[in-house]
């Protein structure tokens, strides 16, 4: 290990990835263990918000960029029950199935979510998932068209995402334009280990023809 980089650092250095999906791959079997060491916090403050815009829980989520499942267990931990996981990494998806949170899990390029399957999802959550090397701002309005008018999309911003101005222009884009309103968006921590934040948006979809 001693010649191998920590594949944290490798997500928070500009250029240091250059295949995401084998990153994730490879990096599987210690995800869990490495985010815990460092506080993860995205999931569990995605699924919070979420229950406070759907207080109901009744709601099928579409859970993109499930990972290994965190953001599973923290959406059944706040009281949802039909979550169904997307993932580009099939190392993570492997470990993923190992958990009871899921109805079903999907491989889909999180680039590209326009071919994830029409199962009656009312809400999207994005924990932790955009990122400049695998989830360009776009994926917000592809994500925003596979739900109803009313449904939420969830999503986080970590330090380093936010020096992209892209995805805060995009937000801005969609506000200004009327495809959503903000419900919320609350700055806190990401990986507090590491001194990493994150700022958590929920955005509510008033218009089907997103662009």
């Known amino acids: 290990m001693t010649n191998k980089q920590n594949p944290l650092d490798a997500v928070y250095t500009e250029g240091a990835v250059t295949d995401a999906a084998?990153?994730?791959?490879?990096?599987?079997?210690?995800?869990?263990?490495?985010?815990?060491?460092?506080?993860?916090?995205?999931?569990?403050?995605?699924?919070?918000?979420?229950?406070?815009?759907?207080?109901?829980?009744?709601?099928?989520?579409?859970d993109l960029g499930c990972g290994t499942g965190l953001s599973g267990e923290a959406l059944q931990g706040v009281g949802f029950k039909e979550i169904d996981g997307y993932d580009f990494s099939e190392g993570m998806l492997a470990l993923a199935r190992k958990k009871d949170c899921y109805r079903e899990l999907f491989r889909v390029d999180l680039a590209q979510p326009d071919s994830i399957q029409d199962r009656g999802y009312r809400h999207a959550v994005l924990a932790g998932v955009l990122h400049h090397t695998h989830a360009p701002p776009e994926t917000l309005a592809q994500t925003l068209a596979r739900l109803p008018q009313e449904g939420c999309i969830v999503f986080s911003l970590n330090d380093e995402t936010l020096r992209f101005p892209e995805y805060t222009d995009y937000i801005s884009h969609l506000v200004e334009s009327g495809q959503v309103s903000v419900v919320s968006e609350e700055y806190g921590p990401h990986l507090p280990g590491r001194d990493v934040g994150a700022r958590v948006y929920v955005l509510r979809k008033f218009r089907k023809d997103l662009l």
């Open 22 to 62: 084998e990153l994730y791959d490879n990096w599987a079997e210690e995800y869990e263990a490495d985010l815990r060491a460092v506080g993860y916090a995205a999931a569990g403050r995605c699924a919070s918000a979420l229950a406070s815009a759907d207080p109901m829980l009744s709601s099928p989520i579409l």
